[in-house]
Every structure is written in C-alpha cells, then in structure tokens.
C-alpha cells in the first residue's frame, strides 16, 4: 500500500500536471476545464454532488465525505482520443498520462471524515497551423500557434455529520500551475529574406481558493432514500506572474536575439459556483439522479476577453445486479450510465460553445471492499458552423480503489 501511494505522487512529480485531453478551444482563459470527480462520477455522467458512496473517495461534495467510514486510496490514468474538423481542417490527437490521486478516512466515523489528493483543474494543449501569402504580394508566411501546461488542484477535504440526516463539509484548494503559449511566425519570398520571430507568453498561477457543500438525506423507507447535495464557491482572485518574451530564430531555432517585453504580475477572476443535485437510492441495488451547476464566468470578462456564464446538467446513475450473490461475479459489480451537457464559457466568433457526451462505467470488485474503476466517454465539443471546429473525442480513465480500516488498534495478536 505504501508503495502504491509513493508511485503515484511519484507519477505526479515527474508529470507536472494532471491530464485532461487535448483541445483546440484550450487557447482561451485558462484552458480546458476539468471534471473533479473520479470515474465512478464520470460513468454516470458526471454526477456526484448528491451521489454519495462509501466505497469511493467523493471530491465534487465534500459533506459526502462523512460516508466515508473506512480509509480509501484511489489512483488512475485517462486516456483522450480527439478527431478536430472544420473548413478546410482535418487532425486526430491522442493524449494520456494520470488522471486524479486521492485518499480520504474517518476521524470519527459517521462523524467526521478527511480527505486530500491532487486533481485536475485546467488543461492547455493545442497546436494549430497556418499558411498562405500575404495579400497583394507574393511573399509567404507560415504561423504555429501552440500552448502546453495548465493548472492543478492540491485539496484538503472535511466532512462533518451534523445530524443523521445533515451532512456539511468544506475544501480548501491550493491552485498552481503554468501555461505557456508561443506563436512562431515566418515571412519570406523570391526577394525577401526569410526572417521568423516567435512571440513567447508565460503565465504561473499559485493561489489558495475554498468551497463548501451540504448534503442531506431523507428517509422514504429503510432502504430508499432522497438525497440532496448542495456546493458553493465565492471565487477569487487566482494570483499569478506574467512574462512575455519576443525572439528571432534562425530556420534550425537558433536564437539571433531575444527581448524581453514585459514581467508582470497577473490576476485571474474565478467565478463564483454553485452547484444542486437530488438522487433517489435504492440501498446496495440502484441510484438515479440529476445535478446542475452554475458558475458566474461572465464576471471574469476582461477589454481582451470575453466570458460566458457556464452551465452543466448531468443525468445519471448505478446498478448493482446482485450485491451479496457470491456466485456471480460480474453480478456483483458496479455499472453506470449517464449524460451530460455544458455550455463552456468561451465565446470564439461570437459563438458560444457546447459539450455533449455519453458516459459509462463499471466497478469491478476485487479483494475485500477494494475494486477496479473503468469509466469512459464519447462526446462532442464545438461546432464546423461559423468557421468553428468540431471536436469528436473519447476518454477512458481506468482506475484503482483500495478501501480497509486503517489507523485501527489490534485487540489481538
């Protein structure tokens, strides 16, 4: 166990970000966003505001964290496979590497619950190309555009049961992380000099943000429950340093000169959230439910760039076949489906854009309470209208849960 938790923070300091995928609308704000829950919220179309379990690490609720009663380990990969078409545009990408780490326990269970991992925030990977002449003459030009890095969400977690019913809970974020975007463009023809400079832009962010979340469960019978989950972010200010940079190259990327044009320190807005959802649960059988959450973009909105408030609705759930069937393997485990919508808060050509996927999963138990988490989606982002571009892609995140009761005195030898 110990050994496994070492690989995985091992993993992350050699990444230096978490991934997310690819995509060619990474260029505004601060990339793409990321989903913040694990894969068993991801094959049921992301929902886990009011989809408590207590055989996974929540880290979309924090009050969902109490149903954590024993200590639980997860760790996990994703992989992201994206074909981009538009006018006169074509390309395939894939991207992989790890996902989330995470591991909560009971300090006093039923009572109080903990949890910290590392988890995506935003992602920043595309690279675009164009070429032609300039008008009138015929001297080319080549541009490559391309950007890398993005930001990652170090949390510390609490859930408190106030009542049997009422579940409150809190989450600190340490939000770091850098984006680099550089835009390299060449001029040249039969009478002029091929010259190419480059125009570097580098921003790091390192901020502390919080959330808060509630959850509360009401009871229909012994085994049927509603539940309802509510999360609330103000938003801060995300603290960062800007440099930027312009370089001549020579045509093997030789620097001939390079000036610095500005060092700077940089503020980025975070919206503020808010989040509800309600599922009916059927205890160890079945769980359906629908979130929807807020976040105030449009408020971040600068002169150079503009936001759009975001929205996202998911619909979703699990079924266990058979929970105590010990004949039956694959009746044992977990499956899930469930769709989402969201309508990002970039605006590219005065046109908001949308994502739309299908998601499925399953938990595969292994031995004692522990399991093997797939999850995987097929979805699409942007549109080919407006000179837009058209993003169909998958993702697979495979994962692994360890759940035991740690930190336990032995009564016996």
């Known amino acids: 166990m110990k050994g496994l938790i070492k690989a995985g923070f091992a993993c992350f300091i050699f990444l230096g970000h978490l991934v997310h995928g690819q995509s060619i609308y990474s260029f505004q704000g601060l990339g793409t966003l990321a989903h913040q829950g694990m894969p068993n919220n991801v094959g049921m179309g992301e929902l886990g505001i009011a989809a408590p379990t207590p055989w996974h690490v929540n880290t979309q609720n924090p009050a969902n964290l109490v149903y954590n009663t024993f200590s639980s380990f997860q760790v996990g990969l994703q992989g992201d496979n994206r074909t981009f078409t538009g006018d006169n545009v074509s390309g395939s990408d894939f991207d992989g590497g790890l ?76 939000t770091f992380g850098s984006i680099d975007k550089e835009s390299q463009i060449s001029i040249g023809g039969s009478d002029v000099f091929s010259n190419t400079v480059v125009f570097l832009n580098q921003t790091s962010y390192a901020d502390v943000n919080l959330s808060l979340g509630a959850a509360y469960q009401y009871d229909l019978s012994e ?61 160890d059988k079945y769980l359906v439910g629908i979130e ?62 949308n994502d739309f996927g299908i998601n499925f999963g399953a938990s595969l138990p292994v031995t004692g309470f522990s399991s093997i988490d797939l999850a995987a989606r097929i979805g699409q982002l942007g549109t080919t209208s407006n000179g837009l571009i058209k993003e169909s892609y998958y993702q697979i995140v495979i994962g692994a849960t360890i759940n035991d009761r740690w930190f336990i005195k032995r009564k016996y030898d």
């Open 99 to 174: 996902r989330y780490l995470a591991y909560a326990f009971p300090i006093k269970p039923g009572k109080w619950s903990s949890s910290f991992g590392i988890l995506p925030f935003s992602t920043v990977s595309y690279n675009t190309f164009t070429e032609g002449t300039v008008d009138g003459t015929d001297i080319f030009q080549f541009i490559n555009d391309k950007g890398e890095g993005g930001l990652t969400n170090f949390y510390w977690a609490h859930g408190f049961g106030v009542t049997d019913k009422l579940k409150l809970g809190v989450r600190f974020n340490f």
């Open 223 to 283: 085994r049927s429950h509603l539940l309802f989950g509510l999360t609330y972010s103000n938003g801060n200010d995300l603290d960062g340093k800007n440099i930027q940079e312009l370089r001549r190259i020579t045509g093997t990327g030789g620097t001939i000169e390079s000036t610095e044009i500005s060092n700077t320190t940089e503020t980025f807005d975070l919206p503020k959230t808010i989040g509800f959802g309600v599922s009916y649960q059927k205890v």
């Open 292 to 353: 929807i959450e807020s976040q105030a973009w449009s408020n971040s909105s600068t002169s150079e760039q503009e936001f759009n408030n975001q929205t996202k609705i998911a619909l979703g759930g699990r079924w266990v076949p058979d929970h105590d069937n010990v004949n039956s393997y694959f009746k044992r485990a977990t499956y899930r489906l469930g769709f989402s919508y969201t309508e990002i808060p970039y605006i590219v050509n005065n046109q908001t854009i």
